[in-house]
């Protein structure tokens, strides 16, 4: 699954995007032009939902989309799913 679209933001640092980067983490935080994690998992579920479920199934994706969807699934507050993470090739 691709990763999330930042829009405006793309290729900057938090440093660089300043104060606003503070939307990245919420549900509903959306960078110009680009995806709120609400839209993630919007775009991933869609996905998902449409995978046989008799067979198993490896998803490929970037930390933003991984959080989301694991988050949602475990039920972790959605006020505080952007704040969780994943080391780089870490299986959960």
């Given amino acids: ?12 640092s938090k440093a660089q ?21 609400r839209d993630v998992a919007r775009r991933a579920l869609a996905f998902l939902a449409e995978q046989d479920a008799t067979l ?5 994706a970037h ?3 991984l959080r989301v969807v694991t988050g949602l699934l475990t039920g972790v507050p959605r006020e505080q799913i952007g704040l969780g993470g994943y080391g780089n090739a870490e299986a959960r």
């Fill in 63 to 65: 930390s933003t989309t």
């Fill in 17 to 37: 995007i300043g104060p606003e980067a503070h939307r990245l983490l919420a549900w509903d935080g959306q960078p110009p032009g680009g995806e709120s994690l």
């Fill in 56 to 60: 198993d199934t490896i998803v490929v």
């Fill in 1 to 12: 699954l691709r990763e999330r679209a930042l829009g405006a933001w793309e290729g900057k």
